[in-house]
């Protein structure tokens, strides 16, 4: 049985969203790789969290806590008054940590975890939109940053 019309449209506005909420935290994603290599994670994972979206604010809030979260999205909202940009947390774990944990939350991601990965790309779990993506970042995108 195929998606309805509304369910495919949902379904691509939350990609959008998972990719956008990426390419705008392009820098975060870079300098949390790199703190992990330099603090020795294995095959780093970025896990990009959006804090105001239902299912990464749930997420981070579990990690941090609801206090340090939530002050974190009215410091973003009080600097930010036109709500144009979002709060977002991100952090690397080790990929065999995250091939059992992301797909118990999200088990449409497993199949990523089953594949090689490419030496030379980050690859980057995007939460937002009321889902997750594992997208890969090329690390000659760094270049085109700096």
Not at 17 to 27: K, M, W
Not at 96 to 105: G, M, N
């Amino acid at each position: 049985m195929g998606q309805t019309p509304e369910e495919t449209a949902d379904q691509a506005a939350s990609l959008d969203a998972q990719q956008a909420l990426l390419e705008e935290s392009l820098e975060l994603v870079f300098d949390v790789y790199d703190a992990a290599i330099r603090e020795g994670v294995h095959e780093p994972v970025v896990i990009l969290l959006d804090c105001e979206d239902p299912i990464g604010g749930e997420i981070v809030r579990g990690w941090l806590g609801r206090d340090t979260v939530d002050a974190a999205i009215a410091d973003q909202r009080s600097a930010d008054p036109a709500g144009e940009l979002t709060t977002v947390f991100a952090h690397a774990f080790p990929l065999t940590e995250c091939a059992e944990q992301v797909p118990a939350v999200f088990p449409y991601l497993a199949p990523v975890f089953a594949a090689s990965l490419p030496a030379d790309v980050i690859l980057a779990i995007s939460v937002a939109g009321g889902g997750a993506s594992a997208l890969t970042v090329p690390l000659t995108a760094r270049q085109s940053r700096e």
